[in-house]
């Protein structure tokens, strides 16, 4: 199971950018992202997100797949995810309040469930269970929201805490 409950002190319930309309540039963002995507089988995501530092700036996020060739993961092969953690991480965030991760719909490869989206992948929560959560410093949180888009069809979309999804799909 995920552990110990988390608070995000610094996840405010109505952050600036869902008052001033800016969630729908997020979701385009993250589909924009896609182009940027390297997939040997053709299977294109992109991301997008938004953090905050330490002196309480919101920093935009971004983050595409990336995985040349078919077989074992080779060094560089990221998901958009990954890349947005890691880019957090260069920006000096201290949190990720929230993501965007545009694909198209498929079933989740480590259960099987199948959410009408594509969720977070096995490789991706098990990053987020055993580097990024145990790691007090990470920028990934228990209660940093994912938002899952199907590229195919922008108005199906799918929203879980990190917590939560690591719950339903253990």
Not at 34 to 40: E, F, G, L, P, Q
Not at 71 to 83: F, K, S, T
Request: glycine residues 10%; positive net charge; proline residues 6%.
């Amino acid at each position: 199971m995920v552990g110990r409950r988390h608070k995000n002190k610094l996840l405010r319930s109505s952050a600036p950018f869902r008052h001033l309309g800016e969630e729908d540039i997020f979701r385009r963002y993250a589909m924009d992202m896609r182009k940027h995507a390297v997939s040997h089988r053709g299977y294109h995501v992109g991301g997008s997100g938004i953090g905050v530092t330490k002196d309480g700036r919101y920093v935009p996020l971004s983050g595409f797949n990336s995985k040349g060739a078919p077989g074992p993961r080779q060094p560089g092969d990221l998901c958009a995810e990954m890349r947005i953690i890691d880019d957090a991480k260069a920006k000096g965030c201290v949190a990720i309040l929230e993501m965007w991760v545009a694909q198209p719909p498929q079933p989740d490869d480590f259960t099987g469930l199948d959410f009408g989206v594509a969720i977070s992948c096995g490789h991706c929560r098990m990053r987020y269970r055993k580097k990024e959560l145990p790691n007090k410093k990470s920028p990934l949180k228990r209660d940093t929201k994912i938002n899952f888009i199907d590229s195919t069809d922008e108005r199906r979309w799918r929203a879980f805490t990190v917590e939560r999804l690591l719950r339903v799909c253990s």
